[in-house]
């Protein structure tokens, strides 16, 4: 007997698939959440110093690779943790420099922001049920811009670039948690290890961005 509902049935399978990438991913970034402030932690504990920016991004786009080459396989998840770690500690220098620097309350008050856009702009992509792709790519391009203002801001000391450079990272990085979260829920997004990635990426660089603006803003700067 041939099925009456046949787009009914295929909806019900994509809702089931969207849901089970949704909890995969959330229970991945929640674990990759611990592994990052646990490194931090030991980094902060241990007065690790300054870690040359080149180094980081060497060892993270190494990291990166390794987790779009094993992204379809159990071994992805090592390589989440691998990124997430290795963000987590060249983090933990930066919030002892903040809080040498009195911008402690800073740097509870950028944690607060975070968790607080993340959680609001996941709920508007998961009540957003029409396609962003083209939104997804306008990110992106913002994003490769943003970097190389990055790579500029390294050999420069200009303050208006840099605050530009954190205000335009926090605004992407708020829109592609939307955006993300979105694609897993319409089913654009079935792979939770490159999901994970893409939302703990975002976060970090929102949390290091508001800790930016915040901090200038606060003239402990």
């Given at each position: 007997?041939?099925?009456?509902?046949?787009?009914?049935?295929h909806s019900?399978?994509?809702?089931?698939?969207?849901?089970?990438?949704?909890?995969n991913?959330?229970?991945?970034?929640?674990?990759?959440?611990?592994?990052?402030?646990?490194a931090a932690w030991f980094?902060?504990?241990?007065?690790?110093?300054?870690?040359?920016?080149?180094?980081?991004?060497g060892v993270y786009f190494a990291l990166l690779f390794a987790n779009a080459k094993l992204e379809d396989s159990a071994w992805g998840v090592l390589t989440v943790f691998g990124i997430t770690g290795w963000l987590g500690f060249t983090t933990g220098p930066i919030i002892n420099a903040y809080t040498a620097l009195g911008a402690g309350?800073?740097?509870?008050?950028?944690?607060?922001?975070?968790?607080?856009?993340?959680?609001?702009m996941s709920a508007i992509g998961m009540m957003v049920k029409r396609d962003l792709s083209g939104l997804g790519?306008?990110?992106?391009?913002?994003?490769?811009?943003?970097?190389?203002?990055?790579?500029?801001?390294?050999?420069?000391t200009i303050p208006a670039l840099q605050i530009t450079i954190s205000a335009v990272f926090a605004l992407l990085s708020s829109l592609l948690i939307m955006w993300q979260t979105n694609a897993i829920v319409t089913g654009g997004e079935t792979n939770y290890i490159r999901a994970t990635v893409t939302l703990f990426v975002s976060l970090y660089n929102l949390f290091l961005s508001l800790l930016h603006l915040l901090t200038v803003l606060s003239g402990d700067d």
């Open positions: 007997m041939t099925n009456p509902m046949p787009y009914a049935h019900a399978i994509d809702t089931e698939q969207s849901q089970r990438v949704l909890r991913t959330y229970g991945l970034l929640a674990m990759s959440l611990a592994v990052s402030a646990g980094a902060m504990a241990a007065n690790v110093g300054f870690i040359n920016p080149f180094i980081v991004l309350n800073a740097v509870t008050l950028a944690l607060g922001m975070t968790a607080t856009i993340f959680v609001a790519r306008f990110i992106m391009a913002g994003l490769l811009v943003g970097f190389i203002g990055v790579i500029v801001s390294l050999f420069t």
